[in-house]
């Protein structure tokens, strides 16, 4: 730890945090006495009249390509994405707050289920929240929950989405598409792991592992004052970003032959494989919907390649 007349700054799970130690004046990190915070790069601290700029070393750690050609329902055996698979190695064990970013369609949501299954976290609740599917005025609500009475049509306590994945991983999908309110109170629940309720009073500690993702450049949104840049720093503890399917070709066939398979019973099909002819349409495409894209193709083709409900019926 390092420590200041008062005050002790220290790395815990890959965070830097301050503490204060009782200090008469207190320690406040831009303005704002704190007894225990999360600092980012930028932050100012002060203890008495003693001012600190926190900006960390930024070391970089090379990244060794993993032996592997998948990880949950992750696939692939390009270098970028053995990449991938060497950094979600590295982070799974810990508790950091991980930020996906990639085009849509590239796999964010698989990713961070695959954080959640290798992590010591895995026998904990998988909670998934789409930002962009909630409007601005609920979206409180809906991750910190709400008192009885607290609005309009709140007829009983409801825990929000922190609440319900205690002890786990929440996974926020679409994290640029959030306001500027629900900002500053994401900020304040990753730096204490507390926060109350919709029309509460009652202090709610949560010990929660925070995987985001968004398929927006967060530094743009920053630089033109749509996005917090405390909270994007908070966020961008680790940050993966995901290739597109146009960028890593090579990985189609196995990835063919991984839909074919997961999608065989669904679709009550009796195709086993992909031909070469049908093979080479696909990877001659450009695929702007990514992975999910594929995914859908190979259902489509399937579903032509089933059996209708009269012929079940039939036979």
Known sequence: PLRLVGSEMCIRDSHYIVHDLGSTN???????????????????????????????????????????????????????MRNIFGILEKIAPTSATVVIEGETGTGKEVVAKAVHETSSRAKGPFV????????????????????????????????????????????????????ATTQLKLLRVLQEREFERVGGSETVSVDVRVVTATNKDLKVEVEEGRFREDLFYRLHIIPMTLPALRERTSDIPELARHFVEKLATRTRSSVTGVGDEAMGALMAYGWPG???????????????????PRDVEES
């Not at 990190?29 to 980012?40: D, P, Q």
């Not at 700029?53 to 032996?67: A, D, G, H, K, T």
């Not at 894209?293 to 489509?300: G, M, Q, R, Y």
């Open 128 to 179: 998934v929240f789409d930002c962009g599917a909630v409007p601005e005025s609920l979206i409180e609500s809906e991750l910190f929950g709400h008192e009885k009475g607290s609005f309009t049509g709140a007829m009983a306590r409801r825990m929000g989405r922190f609440e319900l994945a205690d002890g786990g991983t929440l996974f926020l999908d679409e994290i640029g598409d959030i306001g």
């Open 26 to 80: 207190g320690t406040h990190i831009n303005g704002v006495r704190i007894r225990e915070a999360f600092l980012w790069p930028g932050a100012t601290v002060a203890v008495g009249n003693t001012q600190v700029r926190f900006n960390p070393f930024n070391e970089q750690i090379p990244v060794v390509p993993s032996e592997q050609n998948r990880i949950g329902g992750i696939v692939g055996n390009s270098l970028k």
């Open 290 to 308: 990514n992975v999910r894209e594929l995914e859908n193709v190979i259902e489509s083709c399937l579903l032509y390649t089933s059996p209708s």
